[in-house]
């Protein structure tokens, strides 16, 4: 087998270690140089490169989860089907498997379950949404995080449901043995609710510690889904709340049609659970009268023995792995049974055809109209044959109660199994109740006793409490026709339209767009930065890789120039010294005037501060005053903070007696007596204070200084004045 450890792919990804092996794809640990992160890169092994089988399936999992944008879903970053090498670069978990934490607690607590289940469903709807069926899901497929949060991992055998209908004859390919639909197992079509049958088995393998089907033949496992009922979760677990059991029991239905029919269905029961931990259940199951298909011998049956490993990538190695090794031990067991069950199946439905009516309509459609539903059809035993649907409608033509329309027409012929829909009127109205803020399930007990047939929808709106009533159609207090449906609409606070927004920054503004679109978003302003980092390309996005944003949002990317970017800065620069003088000062950037530094200054030695902008590393400044450079440096823009250096203050066109008075900060002296004031300035060196007195009614302030010029107020505290500055101090004197 050939090794990728120390090697890197394609000059992006260098490889680690191995982490997991499989019968068709080894898995490695990787450092991506790009992205600066750990990723898993699982790899098709050459000896299967040419195999079609295992290239589609290799492929499947990137095609279905590339789609896939969710936080408990596995992220794959990036893939590659070249004809020498194939592999999928996938998020690196650093976790166990569920199975291998259900192993070690034995049995999880009901509330533990609860959360992660949830997490587990809320990964499904977000799949189901999209058209995909995951069709594999066990614990060993099943991630947790040390923070308890959990990723659903493997989509190798993954289908779209709107697109395929026969997925065993199509695929080859079911999910493990104890944890699949009768329907998959039978090689009926898939949809949604085979994921939440084995969601099902997942509880009840979490609440009892067993799996509700064992045996030592993969095949008996099968029959037994398709046959038999499990073992009572409470003869095993006391503990389990009932209506956790009702719950778990509910999504294992054998039948379709009696399971939850979405993955949204069984949350809103798992909140009603989580709000009332002691609520029941009133589920009506269907009966499973269908007859016992044959498993196409082209399927692959995986075993029970699985070994839960440390990573996502090794989960998936080791499914892979199971599939080669099950498919050379059972396809001969299953050729042969096959053989049989074909061979018996075709003799009994000839037998049934020639010599029979079993095929043959059941009877013909009675004559509902004008018969009231509630007198003469609901409990009439001579109609307790016909499978009948009723539907209400208000119309003010007909009395109530009675069928206005039926559908098939009296005297069509149907088969046993085919429904009557019949309309029935009702001309009774009732206000619709304000449920609005209440549970589910609650206000749909509510609603119903009025009279009402009841659906729901789920909308994002994280401000009401997830799983109460947002609003209702019609509105509370309208009046609707007694028989006619509400629509309960509840709070989720799982948006499942939203989507991850993409990473943007390293790409160009085309591959932007491309990315944005690949997730339904759209670029929005491109702004132009002047940048020295990546020339051309996206610098700065908003909003960031990662945040949350929905279909039609607006990417707002900055793209950079290539061209240094221009920093403004401020200078403080000293004056000359030249009493009573005042001169015209010029600023000058590369030979270039900066207009808005341009002053008539007084030549008092004070500081002159300015702003000025520039880019690039090597600028020359200049300032000038009546023609004469008193100050230059260099400046250097793209350090932070900026460099100044040979730094020169000019000044011969003064006179340099002057210019060399010395410059020292008055200090504060407000509150100090008149004779510790003096002292202080006299020892800072200045030699021109005078003391004027104040008129006070503080006795306080009496022989103390109150005020003084200059005010020293902000940064005038640290300037530097001449020690000859005129200073006058202010002190205060009794009023008499």
Same mark, same amino acid.
């Given at each position: 087998?050939?090794?990728?450890?120390?090697?890197?792919?394609?000059?992006?990804?260098?490889?680690?270690?191995?982490?997991?092996?499989?019968?068709?794809?080894?898995?490695?640990?990787?450092?991506?140089?790009?992205?600066?992160?750990?990723?898993?890169?699982?790899?098709?092994?050459?000896?299967?490169?040419?195999?079609?089988?295992?290239?589609?399936?290799?492929?499947?999992?990137?095609?279905?989860?590339?789609?896939?944008?969710?936080?408990?879903?596995?992220?794959?970053?990036?893939?590659?089907?070249?004809?020498?090498?194939?592999?999928?670069?996938?998020?690196?978990?650093?976790?166990?498997?569920?199975?291998?934490?259900?192993?070690?607690?034995?049995?999880?607590?009901?509330?533990?379950?609860?959360?992660?289940?949830?997490?587990?469903?809320?990964?499904?709807?977000?799949?189901?949404?999209?058209?995909?069926?995951?069709?594999?899901?066990?614990?060993?497929?099943?991630?947790?995080?040390?923070?308890?949060?959990?990723?659903?991992?493997?989509?190798?055998?993954?289908?779209?449901?709107?697109?395929?209908?026969?997925?065993?004859?199509?695929?080859?390919?079911?999910?493990?043995?104890?944890?699949?639909?009768?329907?998959?197992?039978?090689?009926?079509?898939?949809?949604?609710?085979?994921?939440?049958?084995?969601?099902?088995?997942?509880?009840?393998?979490?609440?009892?510690?067993?799996?509700?089907?064992?045996?030592?033949?993969?095949?008996?496992?099968?029959?037994?889904?398709?046959?038999?009922?499990?073992?009572?979760?409470?003869?095993?677990?006391?503990?389990?709340?009932?209506?956790?059991?009702?719950?778990?029991?509910?999504?294992?239905?054998?039948?379709?049609?009696?399971?939850?029919?979405?993955?949204?269905?069984?949350?809103?029961?798992?909140?009603?659970?989580?709000?009332?931990?002691?609520?029941?259940?009133?589920?009506?199951?269907?009966?499973?009268?269908?007859?016992?298909?044959?498993?196409?011998?082209?399927?692959?049956?995986?075993?029970?023995?699985?070994?839960?490993?440390?990573?996502?990538?090794?989960?998936?190695?080791?499914?892979?792995?199971?599939?080669?090794?099950?498919?050379?031990?059972?396809?001969?067991?299953?050729?042969?049974?096959?053989?049989?069950?074909?061979?018996?199946?075709?003799?009994?439905?000839?037998?049934?055809?020639?010599?029979?009516?079993?095929?043959?309509?059941?009877?013909?459609?009675?004559?509902?109209?004008?018969?009231?539903?509630?007198?003469?059809?609901?409990?009439?035993?001579?109609?307790?044959?016909?499978?009948?649907?009723?539907?209400?409608?208000?119309?003010?033509?007909? @009395?109530? +109660?009675? *069928? %206005? =329309?039926? &559908? $098939?027409?009296? !005297?069509?012929?149907?088969?046993?199994?085919?429904? #009557?829909? /019949?309309?029935?009127?009702?001309?009774?109205?009732?206000?619709?109740?304000?449920?609005?803020?209440?549970?589910?399930?609650?206000?749909?007990?509510?609603?119903?006793?009025?009279?009402?047939?009841?659906?729901?929808?789920?909308?994002?709106?994280?401000?009401? @409490?997830? +799983?109460? *009533? %947002? =609003?209702? &159609? $019609?509105?509370? !207090?309208?009046?609707?026709?007694?028989?006619?449906? #509400?629509? /309960?609409?509840?709070?989720?606070?799982?948006?499942?339209?939203?989507?991850?927004?993409?990473?943007?920054?390293?790409?160009?503004?085309?591959?932007?767009?491309?990315?944005?679109?690949?997730?339904?978003?759209?670029?929005?302003?491109?702004?132009?930065?002047?940048?020295?980092?990546?020339?051309?390309?996206?610098?700065?996005?908003?909003?960031?890789?990662?945040?949350?944003?929905?279909?039609?949002?607006?990417?707002?990317?900055?793209?950079?120039?290539?061209?240094?970017?221009?920093?403004?800065?401020?200078?403080?620069?000293?004056?000359?010294?030249?009493?009573?003088?005042?001169?015209?000062?010029?600023?000058?950037?590369?030979?270039?005037?900066?207009?808005?530094?341009?002053?008539?200054?007084?030549?008092?030695?004070?500081?002159?501060?300015?702003?000025?902008?520039?880019?690039?590393?090597?600028?020359?400044?200049?300032?000038?005053?009546?023609?004469?450079?008193?100050?230059?440096?260099?400046?250097?823009?793209?350090?932070?903070?900026?460099?100044?250096?040979?730094?020169?203050?000019?000044?011969?066109?003064?006179?340099?007696?002057?210019?060399?008075?010395?410059?020292?900060?008055?200090?504060?002296?407000?509150?100090?007596?008149?004779?510790?004031?003096?002292?202080?300035?006299?020892?800072?060196?200045?030699?021109?204070?005078?003391?004027?007195?104040?008129?006070?009614?503080?006795?306080?302030?009496?022989?103390?200084?109150?005020?003084?010029?200059?005010?020293?107020?902000?940064?005038?505290?640290?300037?530097?004045?001449?020690?000859?500055?005129?200073?006058?101090?202010?002190?205060?004197?009794?009023?008499?």
């Amino acid at each position: 087998m050939e090794t990728y450890v120390n090697k890197r792919i394609d000059n992006r990804y260098e490889v680690l270690e191995i982490i997991g092996v499989g019968g068709m794809a080894v898995v490695y640990k990787a450092y991506d140089s790009i992205d600066d992160r750990v990723v898993a890169i699982k790899i098709l092994k050459e000896e299967y490169l040419a195999n079609e089988e295992f290239r589609r399936r290799f492929k499947n999992e990137s095609k279905y989860i590339a789609v896939l944008s969710h936080p408990n879903i596995v992220k794959v970053y990036d893939m590659s089907f070249g004809d020498r090498l194939q592999y999928i670069v996938m998020e690196f978990i650093e976790g166990i498997t569920l199975k291998e934490y259900i192993e070690q607690q034995k049995v999880i607590q009901p509330k533990e379950a609860v959360h992660f289940v949830t997490q587990i469903l809320r990964a499904l709807q977000h799949a189901h949404d999209k058209g995909i069926v995951h069709r594999d899901i066990k614990p060993q497929n099943i991630m947790l995080l040390k923070n308890g949060s959990i990723k659903v991992t493997d989509f190798g055998i993954a289908s779209f449901s709107r697109s395929e209908s026969a997925t065993i004859a199509e695929n080859s390919a079911i999910g493990s043995v104890h944890y699949i639909s009768p329907e998959q197992a039978r090689g009926d079509f898939t949809d949604a609710k085979a994921d939440i049958y084995s969601v099902g088995v997942l509880m009840y393998e979490m609440l009892t510690g067993k799996l509700p089907f064992t045996s030592e033949n993969p095949i008996s496992v099968v029959m037994m889904h398709m046959n038999d009922e499990p073992a009572n979760m409470h003869d095993i677990n006391g503990s389990i709340p009932v209506g956790l059991e009702q719950i778990t029991m509910h999504a294992m239905q054998k039948d379709p049609k009696a399971r939850y029919q979405s993955a949204a269905e069984l949350l809103l029961d798992l909140d009603e659970f989580k709000r009332n931990p002691s609520i029941k259940f009133d589920y009506s199951y269907f009966v499973d009268n269908e007859p016992t298909k044959y498993i196409d011998r082209t399927m692959n049956i995986n075993g029970s023995g699985d070994k839960s490993t440390k990573s996502n990538a090794e989960t998936s190695a080791d499914n892979d792995d199971d599939s080669v090794k099950n498919n050379s031990k059972l396809i001969p067991i299953l050729t042969g049974v096959v053989s049989g069950c074909v061979a018996v199946l075709l003799v009994v439905g000839l037998v049934l055809l020639l010599f029979t009516d079993a095929f043959l309509a059941s009877d013909r459609v009675p004559n509902f109209m004008n018969m009231n539903y509630e007198t003469e059809i609901k409990d009439n035993d001579k109609y307790n044959e016909y499978k009948i649907q009723v539907e209400y409608e208000f119309n003010t033509q007909y @009395e109530y +109660g009675v *069928v %206005i =329309r039926q &559908s $098939p027409q009296k !005297g069509k012929k149907i088969g046993k199994d085919e429904y #009557i829909y /019949i309309t029935v009127n009702t001309n009774k109205t009732a206000p619709v109740s304000d449920v609005y803020g209440q549970p589910y399930l609650s206000a749909k007990q509510t609603l119903e006793a009025s009279g009402f047939i009841t659906k729901y929808e789920m909308l994002y709106e994280p401000s009401v @409490e997830e +799983g109460s *009533v %947002i =609003r209702t &159609s $019609p509105e509370r !207090g309208d009046s609707a026709a007694v028989g006619s449906t #509400i629509t /309960i609409y509840i709070s989720t606070h799982t948006d499942e339209d939203a989507v991850f927004v993409p990473k943007l920054v390293g790409f160009t503004p085309e591959e932007a767009n491309e990315l944005a679109k690949s997730v339904g978003l759209v670029i929005g302003q491109v702004i132009q930065v002047d940048s020295l980092d990546n020339a051309g390309k996206v610098i700065e996005q908003v909003p960031a890789e990662n945040e949350t944003a929905h279909p039609g949002d607006k990417v707002d990317i900055y793209v950079s120039t290539g061209n240094p970017p221009v920093v403004t800065i401020e200078l403080s620069i000293p004056l000359p010294y030249k009493s009573g003088n005042a001169g015209a000062l010029k600023v000058y950037l590369n030979n270039a005037s900066v207009e808005s530094a341009g002053a008539e200054v007084l030549l008092t030695g004070s500081n002159y501060t300015f702003n000025v902008s520039g880019s690039g590393a090597s600028n020359t400044l200049i300032v000038k005053i009546d023609g004469s450079t008193v100050y230059s440096c260099n400046i250097d823009f793209t350090t932070d903070p900026v460099t100044l250096t040979n730094v020169k203050t000019v000044n011969d066109e003064y006179d340099d007696s002057l210019i060399s008075i010395p410059l020292n900060i008055i200090p504060e002296v407000v509150g100090l007596s008149e004779a510790e004031a003096m002292d202080l300035l006299s020892a800072q060196g200045f030699i021109n204070v005078t003391v004027e007195y104040k008129k006070t009614t503080d006795v306080s302030h009496i022989g103390y200084v109150i005020e003084q010029t200059p005010e020293l107020s902000g940064l005038d505290k640290y300037r530097p004045y001449s020690i000859d500055t005129a200073i006058v101090i202010f002190v205060g004197e009794g009023v008499f």
